[in-house]
């Protein structure tokens, strides 16, 4: 498998699934386990190099303000929920988060943890076994940029701040 495989796969479920971002991981785990092992594995690698690439303060600042914070593992939800949205808004969404602002709705998370997971389970539904211990990385990239602070950060993004930034307000709608 190689990236513009990878990018297909990735827009073919988000669109058959109509942006539903359960029905896109169950879609992509049926698919991708009709693949050869190697395929798989190469999946996880590419997916892993992308969560590398996206592994930014720039973007982390914006999941703090689209998501009413955001820890670590959160972050990689986050971007998981972008990568998960296709190859046009990920590479958008590195240059200018901003663009971000209509994917989410007021009253739901950026995020899509399950979406990490999908090389693992289609593996496991291919061969009846785990995922070789030798994919997985272990080692984090260094983080690239420099957090802003919060009065930063709504400057940065004030599309972003008007719409997600009153936090008190939000957070009786998220689930």
């Known amino acids: 498998m190689d990236v513009e495989f990878f990018w297909k796969l990735i827009e073919k479920t ?4 109509e942006g539903n971002l359960s029905k896109q991981v169950e879609l992509l785990t049926e698919l991708l386990a009709q693949n050869s092992e190697n395929d798989i594995v190469d999946y ?3 997916l892993d190099n992308l969560m590398d690439e996206a592994y930014d303060a720039k973007l982390w600042d914006a999941a703090i303000v ?3 914070g955001c820890s670590d593992d959160s972050f990689a939800d986050f971007r998981a929920w972008v990568i998960a949205h296709g190859k ?6 590195l240059v200018d988060p901003e663009i971000l602002v209509d994917l989410v709705e007021i009253d739901e998370w950026a995020s899509d943890e399950l979406f990490l997971y999908v090389a693992e389970e289609s593996y496991e539904r291919k061969t009846g076994q785990e995922l070789p211990a030798h994919v997985y990385r272990t080692e984090r990239p260094e983080l690239r940029g420099d957090f ?17 930034g009153d936090c008190s307000k939000r957070w009786p709608l998220l689930p």
């Open 14 to 17: 988000f669109k058959i699934s």
């Open 44 to 46: 996880k690698t590419i």
């Open 66 to 68: 689209i998501n009413c």
């Open 88 to 93: 046009e808004v990920y590479e958008k969404a």
């Open 148 to 164: 802003w602070s919060e009065e930063t950060r709504k400057k940065r993004f004030p599309k972003l701040a008007a719409k997600f």
